[in-house]
């Protein structure tokens, strides 16, 4: 460990259901550096990696994709993710969701280090308190649109009538209230994106980790994605983790996060950042 | 340090885990039709195999049993005319359970205590084994085993100070000759025999005498002929001499059997006759000289032949007593059966009196033994290749928090309904197949002798294979990915 303090006087536990905050403009962060909570906000570092590192071996070869990454993340924040192909991205988002095990340094979610949780527990934590959605959505190919968003909920224990309920208030946030008994294959990318986020929501997570999330999308139906995903960020509260190439993301962000060589590049908030046409400074690609 | 709160997962319950996986099948329909078939096409060829080996042992047995009601007359009338060997006398004590009042007489016949008798006739029913045995062992092995002897003789000889000993090291030498009971069993049995052999000698003496007895009532008759009419005081005499097994529930089918034989002498003799002969050539449609007995009774299995027959038989005045179409077919017929069974024991030998899996010798057993692993390796590929493709949907259920149990439940669930689904469906094919083809062979002794409970076990099992191996080929692959964290198996594809 560090020498970083371990906040105290928060509950042990973390709250089944986020608190509504509006947190559209964030206080004061001193940036590019990891900053500390504001004094006295309701905010809290929800997610923390310390010297994250990641070595894929191949044979002889190792990659390293991630060389020793240091972030605070907060609760209610938008952070998006950018870096060039290869920079990290998916590598670091598997490894605060829990996903995959780095090969040094820790995440702490909520302040609980994920390497020591046992495997039920992490089975908890993926069920209840993040959520995924990923670019090629992984929507379960033989399920309808709403079995899919009640699926996680029958892992939480939720009984099939109030899922049913939940389900369909989902479908409808993401506007698919009546494609309910589609399946994936008979949606387009769009619509199977938006079931994947509600499916995401489906136990009301704290996080939602997103990889390219508009990836595979055109541009109206990313847009709309990504609307979805920040009308959640204000509305909900929940923390999200966006990696991602879309310049558009920058409109909706808190703050950016750049990525190169597995390395962290640049933090900036969103507004210390100025957007040319067609050219995000700083990020020569 | 914080620890994170968990409560313990619900456990899905059954029904909506079977909804899951029945879900699941019906959208990879195709797929799942895949594997099943393979697995179905896999139990097939297994409960083919086993179809056959059952009813090989069926047939095999009922070929004995029937054979010996078949010649019971000539049985009867051999020893009534005071030949028999030991050979014959040991058969006789090793089937005595199966028929009232001969027990009695062996014991009377053999001067035992009635006591003694089951023991006796279990070291008998050994001594036929083994001379089964040494009957089926080739003539090669058995000169090495007992040299030239070979039934009650071969086991005198093995009584012999240290020869047993010889012989079980040549045994042990063949490594795939079997012998019928373990190594003391075997021991005692040549230890004992010549014991049973003086008992066996008395038994066969006694008889003997007996039949002195009953030739008294021969009348003049051949003992073929005399037991014709064994339901009259014939039947009686012999009884009275001390045959006790002669019941006269006995005497009347071996007198029904030995007027079929005599009827069937005349009608040969007869059609040797030149002009019968130059008739039934007509009717048979062959040349004069060719008229045998075997095309006779082949013909007269047909009614218009048999008629026909009669018909001149009674022009000719030479019809024989109580002969008719409708009986000269049935003794056709019968004969015919005759040869059926023969045929089905000669086809059948090796495989009646082995050991092995559901008794069906070790021959047998080792096809069954290699269809099984043929089975287990398409089962095993079908189900590897069903799997293997769904590591993303494992992953994916990961995310949403699944437990690895629940997921080894859906797949251990997917793969048993597989299993049997594709193991009815193939066990009722294999059946088909593999009784289609003994019917074939065995024509209608098959369902005189049809196996029924041994089917039905090696359906079971047959089914059960397909699922167990559906299930661990299914399974753990599955529980290999359900371990690995959820992006490590996204990347096995
Ligand atoms: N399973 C793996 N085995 C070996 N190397 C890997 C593996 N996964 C990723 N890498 C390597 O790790 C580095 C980071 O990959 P990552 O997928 O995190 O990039 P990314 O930023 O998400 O890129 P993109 O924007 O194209 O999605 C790359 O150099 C990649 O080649
Ligand atoms: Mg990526």
């Given amino acids: 460990m560090t020498g970083r303090k371990t906040q105290t006087g928060l509950n042990r536990i973390?709250?089944?259901?986020?608190?509504?905050?509006?947190?559209?403009?964030?206080?004061?962060?001193?940036?590019?550096?990891?900053?500390?909570?504001?004094?006295?906000?309701?905010?809290?570092?929800?997610?923390?990696?310390?010297?994250?590192?990641?070595?894929?071996?191949?044979?002889?070869?190792?990659?390293?994709?991630?060389?020793?990454?240091?972030?605070?993340?907060?609760?209610?924040?938008?952070?998006?993710?950018?870096?060039?192909?290869?920079?990290?991205?998916?590598?670091?988002?598997?490894?605060?969701?829990?996903?995959?095990?780095?090969?040094?340094?820790?995440?702490?979610?909520?302040?609980?280090?994920?390497?020591?949780?046992?495997?039920?527990?992490?089975?908890?934590?993926?069920c209840r308190k993040i959520g995924y959605i990923f670019q090629q959505f992984n929507l379960i190919q033989y399920q309808t649109a709403l079995e899919n968003v009640t699926t996680p909920m029958a892992f939480a224990g939720t009984g099939p009538d109030e899922a049913r309920v939940r389900g369909m208030e989902l479908l409808e946030l993401v506007g698919l209230k009546e494609r309910w008994f589609h399946r994936p294959i008979e949606m387009s990318g769009g619509q199977q994106q938006r079931v994947a986020i509600a499916r995401a929501m489906a136990n009301r997570p704290m996080i939602l980790l997103c990889d390219e999330p508009t990836g595979n999308l055109d541009l109206k139906t990313g847009r709309e994605v990504l609307e979805i995903l920040r009308q959640l960020n204000l509305e909900r509260g929940v923390t999200i983790i966006c990696a991602t190439h879309d310049p558009r993301m920058l409109d909706m962000c808190d703050r950016l996060m750049w990525i190169r060589d597995g390395r962290i590049e640049r933090l900036a908030r969103r507004d210390e950042v100025t957007i040319s046409i067609g050219k995000i400074n700083n990020e020569s690609e | 340090?914080?620890?994170?709160?968990?409560?313990?997962?619900?456990?899905?319950?059954?029904?909506?885990?079977?909804?899951?996986?029945?879900?699941?099948?019906?959208?990879?329909?195709?797929?799942?039709?895949?594997?099943?078939?393979?697995?179905?096409?896999?139990?097939?060829?297994?409960?083919?195999?086993?179809?056959?080996?059952?009813?090989?042992?069926?047939?095999?047995?009922?070929?004995?049993?029937?054979?010996?009601?078949?010649?019971?007359?000539?049985?009867?009338?051999?020893?009534?005319?005071?030949?028999?060997?030991?050979?014959?006398?040991?058969?006789?004590?090793?089937?005595?359970?199966?028929?009232?009042?001969?027990?009695?007489?062996?014991?009377?016949?053999?001067?035992?205590?009635?006591?003694?008798?089951?023991?006796?006739?279990?070291?008998?029913?050994?001594?036929?084994?083994?001379?089964?045995?040494?009957?089926?062992?080739?003539?090669?092995?058995?000169?090495?085993?007992?040299?030239?002897?070979?039934?009650?003789?071969?086991?005198?000889?093995?009584?012999?100070?240290?020869?047993?000993?010889?012989?079980?090291?040549?045994?042990?030498?063949?490594?795939?000759?079997?012998?019928?009971?373990?190594?003391?069993?075997?021991?005692?049995?040549?230890?004992?025999?010549?014991?049973?052999?003086?008992?066996?000698?008395?038994?066969?003496?006694?008889?003997?005498?007996?039949?002195?007895?009953?030739?008294?009532?021969?009348?003049?008759?051949?003992?073929?002929?005399?037991?014709?009419?064994?339901?009259?005081?014939?039947?009686?005499?012999?009884?009275?001499?001390?045959?006790?097994?002669?019941?006269?529930?006995?005497?009347?089918?071996?007198?029904?059997?030995?007027?079929?034989?005599?009827?069937?002498?005349?009608?040969?003799?007869?059609?040797?006759?030149?002009?019968?002969?130059?008739?039934?050539?007509?009717?048979l449609d062959v040349m004069p000289r060719d008229v045998n007995a075997r095309v006779l009774w082949e013909a007269m299995a047909g009614r218009a032949a048999a008629e026909k027959l009669v018909e001149r038989m009674r022009e000719k005045n030479c019809l024989p007593e109580g002969a008719t179409a409708a009986r000269i077919m049935g003794l056709a017929r019968l004969r015919q059966e005759q040869q059926d069974w023969n045929e089905a024991l000669r086809l059948t030998r090796e495989t009646v009196s082995g050991g092995g899996f559901l008794g069906i010798g070790p021959r047998m057993t080792w096809l069954v033994l290699v269809s099984l692993l043929v089975c287990a390796v398409g089962i095993t590929n079908a189900m590897l290749m069903s799997v293997t493709e769904r590591f993303r949907e494992i992953a994916t259920l990961k995310c949403l928090g699944a437990l690895d149990g629940f997921i080894m439940c859906l797949f251990l669930l997917e793969a048993a309904l597989l299993g049997l689904a594709g193991g009815l469906v193939g066990g009722l094919a294999g059946s088909v197949v593999g009784f289609g083809r003994m019917a074939f062979q065995f024509g209608g002794l098959l369902w005189v002798a049809f196996p029924v409970g041994p089917w039905l076990i090696s359906g079971l099992l047959a089914i059960l294979a397909g699922m167990l191996l559906a299930a661990v080929a299914g399974v753990y692959p599955s529980y290999l990915a359900a371990r690995l964290a959820p992006m490590e198996a996204m990347r096995i594809e």
């Fill in chain 2, 1 to 283: 340090m914080k620890t994170i709160d968990v409560k313990p997962q619900p456990k899905l319950s059954l029904a909506r885990t079977v909804q899951v996986t029945l879900n699941g099948i019906r959208y990879r329909m195709f797929r799942s039709a895949v594997t099943m078939a393979v697995i179905a096409v896999a139990v097939a060829f297994l409960m083919n195999v086993m179809c056959e080996a059952v009813t090989f042992r069926a047939v095999g047995r009922a070929a004995i049993q029937r054979a010996a009601e078949l010649q019971l007359a000539d049985r009867w009338a051999a020893r009534l005319s005071g030949v028999g060997s030991l050979e014959v006398v040991l058969e006789d004590v090793a089937a005595a359970s199966g028929q009232p009042g001969l027990a009695e007489e062996m014991t009377r016949f053999g001067g035992l205590n009635a006591a003694d008798f089951p023991e006796f006739q279990r070291r008998c029913g050994l001594a036929r084994e083994f001379t089964v045995f040494l009957d089926q062992v080739g003539f090669a092995r058995r000169r090495v085993l007992v040299g030239e002897t070979a039934g009650a003789a071969a086991l005198a000889r093995l009584s012999r100070p240290g020869e047993f000993a010889k012989f079980a090291a040549a045994v042990k030498a063949m490594r795939t000759v079997r012998l019928p009971a373990a190594d003391e069993a075997m021991a005692d049995l040549t230890r004992t025999w010549p014991e049973t052999e003086a008992r066996l000698r008395r038994i066969l003496a006694e008889r003997n005498r007996a039949a002195v007895v009953v030739a008294g009532a021969l009348q003049g008759r051949t003992p073929a002929a005399a037991l014709a009419g064994a339901r009259g005081p014939f039947g009686a005499a012999v009884a009275d001499a001390g045959f006790s097994s002669f019941t006269p529930d006995l005497r009347a089918r071996v007198a029904a059997q030995a007027d079929d034989a005599l009827l069937a002498r005349r009608i040969e003799d007869l059609v040797q006759q030149p002009d019968l002969r130059k008739i039934m050539a007509g009717i």
């Fill in chain 1, 14 to 126: 973390m709250p089944e259901t986020t608190s509504p905050t509006t947190l559209t403009e964030p206080a004061a962060l001193p940036a590019p550096a990891p900053a500390p909570p504001a004094a006295g906000a309701a905010r809290r570092v929800i997610i923390r990696t310390l010297n994250l590192r990641k070595a894929y071996v191949k044979g002889t070869v190792v990659t390293e994709a991630l060389r020793g990454l240091d972030t605070e993340i907060h609760t209610g924040e938008f952070i998006a993710i950018m870096g060039p192909s290869g920079s990290g991205k998916s590598t670091y988002f598997n490894m605060v969701g829990g996903l995959d095990s780095p090969t040094g340094g820790r995440v702490f979610i909520d302040e609980v280090d994920v390497a020591q949780l046992t495997a039920v527990e992490l089975a908890f934590l993926r």
